[in-house]
């Protein structure tokens, strides 16, 4: 499991809307000068809102800009970027395939675009489908993982006599 601290920006309809601070390796990357990852991610900011679901604390507890720990399963990175970039590639290599043929002539190649075009939208569409799918399972999900606990409230002590 990842870890991740942020601040919640929104909470609704059973789920969190957190801002994160975006980390990436161009800070240790010999070639950040010559990197357009690095200028990008300078010139746009490095905040990210991420969709997050309570999990065992209730959601109407949390507050806004409140700080909290959110946690992402590894597997779902791995299993979620092959998905979304593999599915859509694949889908228009097949659908170049299905609609081209073994003459290859002006037109044919027409529609082996075409084909191409197809399959990637019903790549596109199928991603989006099982993301529909998938949007409450807290296995698929990043969950909050911790609410650091408010150190500005006095607590009960008790006393012993």
């Known amino acids: 499991m ?9 909470n609704e309809h059973g789920s969190l809307l957190v801002e994160t601070i975006q980390r990436t390796a161009c800070d240790s990357c010999i070639a950040e000068k010559g990197c357009g990852q690095s200028l990008l991610s300078k010139l746009t900011g490095k905040t990210n809102r991420i969709r997050v679901l309570p999990g065992d604390y ?4 949390i507050e806004l ?3 909290i720990t959110i ?3 590894e597997n779902v990175i791995v299993k979620g970027s092959l998905l979304v970039y593999m599915l859509p590639i694949v889908m228009a290599v097949v ?3 299905l609609f081209g043929s073994g003459i290859k002539t002006m037109e044919q190649d027409l529609f082996s675009i075409l084909g191409a075009t197809l399959g990637l939208f019903l790549g596109g569409f199928l991603v989006k489908l ?3 799918q998938t949007n409450c399972d ?4 990043p969950v909050l993982s911790g609410v650091p ?5 006095p607590v009960d002590t008790l006393t012993v006599s």
């Open 138 to 141: 807290p296995k698929l999900n």
């Open 65 to 67: 800009g409140q700080s």
């Open 130 to 132: 099982r993301s529909k």
């Open 149 to 153: 606990r408010d150190f500005s409230q």
């Open 71 to 73: 946690g992402i399963p």
């Open 58 to 61: 209730p959601a109407e507890s």
């Open 95 to 97: 659908g170049a395939w």
């Open 2 to 10: 990842i870890f991740e601290t942020g601040i919640v920006v929104n």
